[in-house]
């Protein structure tokens, strides 16, 4: 399997070009539809050839192309059930800032949010924990990290590659993420992905990391 990660907008959509097709992991902004197709053409495939579209967790910057892209391609959308809530009204979501500066970022943005409606939807398929997606020739199997949204999923593959969402985040550094939920949550969710032992990590927001990276940051209060 290829991984190809492209920047659209505000977070990273991971294309994962497997034996017999494509998987998208996360959609984008909205108004990215053609971004993210005009690069699955590059690689050399039809819209058609995308087996599913994963969605990590319900906000806008990761689910906001969702539905245009399964418009064109056909393909079904994945996600937890937690996060329905988050993508059935076009509302802009941001949970309560890690501390008071990301706070600060949160009222602003929530501000501004009317400016970008989410196009809204329930998902085709809705992601259990240990859920395998062997059916869309994706060796992979999908788990539940809730935290930063009741919702969040990580989708690791058998070859030991993470997608984190924004489950942890590594802009500056590896970290917690800017915005969460449930904080206690999201420390338990830190050390699940921990435990699975990826090789490498790709986050919704900066560059990729390896597992060493993520044992240093969770470090000692992980069991
Ligand atoms: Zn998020
Ligand atoms: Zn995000």
Not at 46 to 58: D, F, N
Not at 98 to 115: K, L, P, Q, S, Y
Request: proline share 6%; with cysteine.
């Amino acid at each position: 399997m290829r991984i190809h990660t492209l920047f659209t907008g505000v977070a990273n959509t991971h294309l994962m070009e497997t034996e017999h097709g494509v998987v998208i992991i996360d959609a984008g902004i909205p108004h990215m539809t053609r971004r993210i197709l005009s690069k699955i053409r590059v690689l050399g495939h039809s819209p058609k050839e995308v087996r599913l579209i994963l969605i990590t967790h319900g906000h806008i910057d990761h689910a906001g192309s969702a539905v245009a892209l399964k418009r064109i391609t056909g393909a079904p959308i994945a996600m937890h059930r937690d996060d329905i809530r988050l993508t059935t009204t076009p509302s802009l979501k941001i949970p309560p800032g890690r501390n008071r500066a990301t706070n600060r970022i949160g009222a602003i943005m929530r501000a501004f949010g009317f400016v970008m409606p989410l196009e809204t939807f329930s998902p085709d398929i809705s992601l259990d924990d240990g859920q395998s997606l062997d059916e869309f020739d994706f060796p992979a199997r999908a788990w539940h990290t809730p935290g930063h949204t009741a919702g969040s999923m990580t989708i690791v593959t058998n070859d030991g590659e993470a997608f984190v969402g924004d489950s942890i985040l590594n802009l500056l550094h590896v970290s917690f993420p800017l915005f969460w939920e449930n904080p206690t949550a999201a420390h338990e969710s830190a050390c699940r992905i921990q435990s699975l032992q990826p090789r490498v990590c790709y986050s919704g927001h900066g560059k990729p990391f390896a597992l060493n990276e993520l044992t240093n940051f969770v470090g000692e209060h992980c069991e």
